[in-house]
């Protein structure tokens, strides 16, 4: 299925490290460099009293990261465009930062139209 | 059903004004009032030749728009958390800013877990 964008919607439970910036940026770089992106800009947040929001900005789209430690869940988005881009990369790099026990993945084809080939 | 943040995924065709990141940070920004939301920064960057990528990153999570101008197409997405967010109502700002023929809506509800009430 031929589109513009693949984007992953990632539901990331009974994780760690999801209070901490340092992880969170961590995270965002490393997972960028598996999809082989280009770095744009990166922000990272904590708030109180928990949770931290990063996103990185991408030449290719972007990377979410939102985090409730409090339920050890993190919402997290991988949205890559371009000929042969692979967001499922990104999984076991997150998996390995937030030692996540689950996973729920659902991937979005964006930008399909029968004017794009 | 309830979850810990309600995520629009758009797709919007038939737009105009997609190749302006004047246009884009007005909408970013229209877009996060709407929602009632609190913008903790705003990126916006035009690319070679043409597109653009704007990131608002909210204390309630996050709103992207990344624009195909050469296919009038842009992938938007509306991402708040708390309760009462409603990410619905910046579908008509997003529809008067860009002036799209059609907008195809998903709606994901994330962080859905027997633990969460």
Redesign the interface.
């Known amino acids: 299925m031929k589109g513009?964008?693949r984007?992953l919607?990632l539901?990331l439970?009974g994780g760690r490290n999801f209070n901490s910036i340092v992880a969170v940026e961590k995270a965002l770089r490393d997972a960028a460099a598996a999809c082989a992106a280009t770095l744009?800009?990166i922000?990272v947040?904590h708030?109180s009293p928990e949770g931290v929001?990063g996103?990185a900005?991408?030449?290719e789209?972007?990377i979410?990261i939102?985090t409730?430690p409090e339920?050890g869940?993190a919402?997290v988005?991988v949205?890559v465009?371009g000929d042969g881009a692979d967001p499922r990369v990104a999984i076991p790099v997150l998996r390995g930062h937030f030692e996540a026990e689950r996973i729920q993945v659902?991937e979005?084809v964006?930008?399909i139209?029968s004017?794009?080939e």
């Open positions: 513009l964008g984007h919607i539901e439970w744009k800009d922000r947040y708030y929001t996103v900005v991408l030449a789209s972007h979410t939102h409730w339920y869940y919402a988005d949205f465009c659902m979005v964006r930008g139209a004017c794009i």
